[in-house]
């Protein structure tokens, strides 16, 4: 007896037959599938709190007669690109470089934060006319806070 064979009332019934049979399981597996996304977020979670309390922070300082080429710029950044892979196993948000300019007293200064896994490639001179000072007190890096609309963060 083939398919084509079988009344629709027979084969709408063996197809609720084989429904009502599968549900307890597709109901367990997808209460099995919720509660490992739940402990997945959770854990991709902690992981970035994790990597965003361990960060470091080095000081480029430039010479006063620093231009650099645009293939210098370019190969700069693809190396504080390589950040992400060298802190592996940390989330992109908590693998990212944070590059933050100051002025003090008419001087520009550089500062670039990422995560400690990364600090050798941070550290890494990017132009020829740059020295990179490593800082050993990190109490000054603290988190960047947004506050949302009615000043709530």
């Known amino acids: 007896m083939s398919l084509p064979d079988l009344p629709t009332d027979e084969l709408l019934a063996q197809l ?10 597709l109901l367990a597996l997808s209460v ?19 990597a965003l309390a361990d ?15 645009e293939g210098e710029v370019g190969r700069w950044a693809r190396q504080l690109g390589r950040v992400h892979y ?11 470089v944070r590059l933050r300019y100051t002025a003090v007293d008419g001087k520009m200064r550089c500062y670039i934060e990422g ?6 490639i941070l550290a890494m001179p990017g132009f020829a006319e740059v020295e990179v000072r490593t800082h050993q007190g990190q109490t000054e890096i603290r988190p960047v806070r947004f506050t949302g609309p009615g000043g709530t963060s």
């Open 115 to 120: 995560p400690a896994a990364a600090a050798a």
């Open 55 to 69: 960060r470091v922070q080095v000081e480029a300082i430039p010479t006063a007669t620093f231009d650099p080429s």
């Open 86 to 96: 060298a802190a592996d196993g940390v989330p992109a948000r908590g693998s990212a």
């Open 16 to 25: 609720r037959a084989t429904l009502d049979a599968a549900v307890p399981y």
């Open 32 to 50: 099995l599938e919720t509660a490992v996304w739940v402990w997945w977020t959770i854990r991709r979670a902690a992981l970035v709190r994790e």
